[in-house]
């Protein structure tokens, strides 16, 4: 079993940045892509970015593209909140899935049904 520990979260204004942090402990291995999703209450959870297991390839909703990043440095994700805006608020989840046989290691997945790990949260609140 892997558990996954998120940090980082917290109050900012609009406008504002955030760095989240994933930590990967347990039964990982080498072969898995990790992604960062996001809820709030309410709704459905949402895909927001995930990383390829070589860390090569990534993806990302529209609804975050061109102001977050992910990166990854062995177990651990990061992902980097640029101007931020109030829509942003929401717990973002940290999530890890196995890379499917005989998919290269640039495969990442948007759809949380691929994800097998998941972390508890961390809330992002952005104020105006």
């Known amino acids: 079993q892997v558990q996954l520990v998120e940090s980082g979260g917290g109050l900012v204004q609009a406008g504002g940045s955030l760095r989240l942090s994933c930590a990967a402990s347990?039964?990982?291995?080498?072969?898995?892509?990790m992604g960062w999703f996001r809820q709030v209450p309410g709704k459905e959870r949402e895909f927001v970015a995930a990383i390829s297991s070589n860390g090569g390839n990534a993806g990302y909703a529209d609804s975050v593209k061109g102001r977050f990043t992910i990166s990854r440095d062995n177990a651990k994700v990061y992902l980097q909140l640029n101007s931020l805006k109030l829509g942003d608020t929401a717990v973002y989840y940290c999530?890890?899935?196995?890379?499917?046989?005989?998919?290269?290691?640039?495969?990442?997945?948007?759809?949380?049904?691929?994800?097998?790990?998941w972390g508890q949260g961390t809330q992002v609140t952005v104020s105006s």
């Open positions: 347990g039964r990982t291995n080498s072969n898995y892509f």
């Open positions: 999530a890890v899935g196995q890379t499917p046989p005989f998919y290269s290691g640039t495969y990442y997945s948007s759809e949380g049904a691929r994800y097998h790990g």
